[in-house]
Each structure stands twice: as structure tokens, then as C-alpha cells.
């Protein structure tokens, strides 16, 4: 499949391990792969962040990450169904910090010492590539782009889809966006 990516679609791959790289992480997750296309200039994806005003607001962006990373990965909409349970995740999340240290549920431990190699993908991440597939095919899109990355992104339930929804950037939007005509 990695043959059919555009030189940009390349890039947001390399640049998501790089992230997870420097994060420490374990393996390359959904929002490294949004991080990566957010670090990307002229290409349509960068011009769906410049239209919808996104590109202005990657503090935010990092920072609803860095709490979902904190929360153990769950959603805010997770965390609401849990509250319905009567289950405070805030109160758990801060009951293990207390136990275990900050960060113990984002799984912040920098410089593990005993990475050697390539970063694996999450299931998510590679679902999420998989999607950029799907997403080409049906759009009848010869090459998979960085556009198709980040409408996968936006497609598939979970935090990052929320984050980006959260900033006015519903799939419906980016794809607006993106394919004017479509």
C-alpha cells in the first residue's frame, strides 16, 4: 500500500514516527499521524487547517492530546458515557497519578533506553491507513495523499476525530474543505 502514498502522504508517515520518537512513545499512534499533517505545508490538507482556522491553533490541539494521553487515551465522549456510570474519570485519573506518578496512564516515560529499531503503528494508526485507502479508492483517487490520511483520521471514532471535531474540523468540513466541488 505505502507505494501508492504521494510524497506527502510519505512525509506525514515519517514525520508521525518522528513524533512518536521524540515523545517516547511506544509505538506511532492517530495523533502522531495528526501532528504530522499538521506540520505540513502546501499541500491540501495544510489548506484545510489555513481555511478552517486550525493551523492557528495547534497549541490547542497538542494540549487536548496531551489530556487525552493523560486520561489513558479515552475520549472526552468516553469519559461522559463513564460519568454516566457515575464513574469520575478525572477523580481516577488523579487517584493513580497520586499512586504512580504524573503521566503514568499517557505512558510518559521518555528515554526507555531499549528501543532499537522501528516504531510499530498502533491497530488505530494502521486502521487509520488503511481507511486513506478506502478513502482514495472510493474518491476514485489513483495515489493515496495526505488528504486522505487526515479524512481517515476524521472518519474513525475516537480522540483524535474528536479533538478535530472540537476545532471545527468535522470530516464533513475538511472534506469541504479539501473538494470544493465534491
Do not use: C, N, Y
Not at 70 to 81: F, I, P, Y
Not at 90 to 99: D, G, I, N, P, W
Not at 123 to 143: N, P, Q, T, W
Amino acid at each position: 500500500m505505502f507505494e501508492r502514498f504521494t510524497r506527502g502522504a510519505r512525509a506525514v508517515v515519517t514525520g508521525a514516527v518522528a513524533h512518536a520518537e521524540r515523545a517516547g512513545a511506544d509505538a506511532v499512534a492517530e495523533e502522531h499521524l495528526l501532528l504530522a499533517l499538521l506540520d505540513q505545508e502546501d499541500t491540501k490538507a495544510s489548506f484545510a487547517f489555513r481555511s478552517l482556522g486550525i493551523a492557528d491553533l495547534r497549541d490547542s490541539v497538542e494540549s487536548e492530546l496531551a489530556e487525552a494521553r493523560r486520561r489513558g487515551g479515552l475520549s472526552k465522549a468516553d469519559a461522559e458515557a463513564l460519568a454516566g456510570l457515575g464513574i469520575d474519570v478525572t477523580e481516577v485519573v488523579s487517584r493513580v497519578e497520586q499512586a504512580h506518578g504524573a503521566g503514568v496512564l499517557a505512558g510518559d516515560q521518555k528515554d526507555k533506553g531499549w528501543w532499537a529499531g522501528r516504531r510499530s503503528f498502533t491497530r488505530e494508526a494502521k486502521s487509520a491507513l488503511e481507511k486513506s485507502l478506502r478513502i482514495a479508492v472510493g474518491r476514485r483517487d489513483r495515489a493515496i495523499g495526505d488528504e486522505h490520511i487526515l479524512l481517515a483520521l476524521a472518519a474513525r471514532p475516537g480522540v483524535v476525530a474528536e479533538v478535530l471535531a472540537d476545532h471545527g474540523a468535522s470530516f464533513t468540513a475538511l472534506e469541504r474543505a479539501m473538494f470544493p466541488a465534491a
